[in-house]
């Protein structure tokens, strides 16, 4: 009887497992979106939470004895913030309000050291716990740390962030909080950064960052956020550069499918071609492109500012159908950005993968004022269209199905025919061959790379590289371990100078 019960559950979970609707939508909003100038302005108000069933207001971080500290409390205390956050998801009653936590403005040292000791962990979460329920009374926590070990940590973070996040985790649940973790996409961060089995013990979602994977920093053109591969990368780490890749490796390595929310962003990263003449996939880049009015960063571009900017002519826009992923080329410039048609296809995917949903990552950086005439929001509806969802705007009854809009998955800004061919997005693979020229390492660093993932430094065994190949290789960053450790190739991680055979 015993064993029949036991089955029978067994049972049971599997079919809720399968059955585990696609339907999470997490909106992500910057709170310095304000101070954007002119029709860039984008405050929470301008948010339909309609199209939420998260939403997450990124507007604090923690300091090194664990005490919160606001991104800007003019915005959030002095001006109403947090209180027009609250009053926003009020208008939607199904709709969940977190807060947002960042690192990565500090870097990993202030966490790192922080995480380290048992009485700070404990500080930091009777701080948050207060925060979320005695001071605002938000639904929830969404923790960003970029990224556990890397970027100025420690071997033990791995660990450390596990029981940080099981003690947070234990004290939210007492009062029905959520507690979700953004995290970076690819596989090679597994070894180093998350114990994903662990994690996904105590956290409710993983928000998986699945773009950025390719910018500038390679030395050629690359989507950014392509749905599949296109065969003819070149090394298996280029392979890995996909959503379809990086779920994969997700689930293989114990996240439970139900708990991954895909991410896309409304930005597209912009990059200057090295010959204007050369511009399809495997191109030869030269730096960041240019800079937006509203967003004024270098290299990047809100959805509705680039969307601007195609508008005034002159630009290429081409659908990669292999890759299932845009790029547009204007002269020296060349974006790589997700689009209307892309984002529903990334909603079926989700679908087709039991996923627990997407997530709009700057949804301020999305058309929020109907800008280019394809609607308020277009990617944020999208994802909604993509993922099936019915509308219930404002909190009335459903008045709009989520049939998928065929007229609107054209690219909207297209200004020639050519862009509409397949050819061009996927058989420009000539220049692969030439990119590794324009990155050839500093003198001080290795001229080859011998694997996937990190290399140590010939000359300094506390120094190392994340190591992309491509013949000759250019590192993304280069980083030092501390506290008189070195790096551990076998374990990829900063060891105990006994542990690491440094000759």
Not at 79 to 95: D, E, L, M, P, Y
Not at 411 to 429: D, E, S
Request: a neutral charge.
């Amino acid at each position: 009887m015993k064993a029949a019960l036991v089955a029978g559950l067994l049972l049971v979970s599997s079919i809720a497992s399968i059955n585990a609707a696609t339907d999470k939508v997490f909106c992500f909003f910057n709170n310095n979106a304000p101070y954007r100038v002119g029709s860039g302005k984008v405050t929470i108000d301008d948010i339909d939470p309609s199209y939420c069933t998260h939403i997450v207001y990124s507007s604090i971080t923690l300091t090194s004895s664990g005490t919160l500290q606001l991104l800007d409390s003019f915005t959030d205390v002095t001006n109403g913030g947090f209180t027009k956050f609250q009053s926003i998801c009020q208008r939607n009653t199904k709709v969940r309000c977190l807060i947002g936590l960042n690192s990565a403005l500090s870097g990993s040292k202030m966490f790192s050291g922080l995480m380290s000791q048992a009485a700070l962990r404990q500080s930091a979460v009777q701080t948050l716990v207060n925060f979320l329920t005695q001071q605002n009374r938000f639904d929830g926590l969404d923790f960003y740390w970029q990224y556990p070990v890397l970027k100025g940590g420690n071997p033990e973070d791995r660990t450390n962030f596990v029981a940080f996040l099981s003690e947070l985790s234990a004290n939210l649940q007492m009062y029905g909080l959520l507690l979700t973790i953004s995290v970076a996409p690819t596989s090679d961060f597994f070894m180093s950064s998350y114990d994903v089995p662990s994690l996904a013990r105590y956290v409710d979602y993983f928000n998986v960052l699945a773009f950025d994977l390719h910018n500038y920093w390679d030395g050629k053109t690359g989507h950014q956020t392509a749905l599949y591969r296109s065969g003819k990368e070149s090394s298996l780490f280029e392979a890995q550069l996909n959503v379809e890749a990086i779920v994969a490796g997700w689930i293989a390595e114990g996240a439970p499918a139900s708990k991954l929310i895909l991410g896309v962003t409304a930005t597209a990263n912009v990059m200057k071609l090295y010959s204007g003449a050369d511009n399809g996939i495997g191109a030869r880049t030269s730096g960041r492109g240019m800079a937006g009015p509203y967003t004024t960063t270098e290299g990047v571009l809100s959805y509705h500012e680039l969307c601007l900017e195609k508008r005034k002519g002159g630009w290429t826009t081409v659908l990669d159908r292999v890759q299932q992923s845009y790029y547009a080329y204007n002269g020296q410039y060349w974006a790589t950005y997700d689009e209307i048609q892309s984002v529903l296809l990334k909603g079926s995917f989700s679908i087709t993968r039991g996923l627990g949903g997407m997530a709009l990552v700057g949804v301020e950086d999305d058309d929020v004022h109907n800008q280019c005439g394809n609607g308020f929001s277009p990617l944020l509806k999208a994802i909604n269209n993509g993922l099936n969802r019915v509308i219930n705007e404002n909190n009335s009854t459903p008045t709009t199905t989520t049939v998928r809009p065929i007229t609107t998955t054209t690219p909207t800004t297209t200004t020639t025919t050519k862009a509409t061919t397949t050819t061009k997005a996927t058989t420009t693979t000539k220049a692969t061959t030439t990119t590794t020229k324009s990155t050839t390492a500093p003198p001080t660093l290795p001229t080859t790379c011998p694997r996937n993932g990190y290399v140590r430094d010939p000359n300094n065994c506390s120094v190392y590289y994340r190591c992309i190949p491509n013949g000759e290789f250019f590192t993304s960053w280069k980083y030092s371990c501390m506290n008189g450790l070195y790096f551990n190739i076998a374990s990829s991680t900063c060891d105990y100078p006994n542990r690491v055979d440094c000759s």
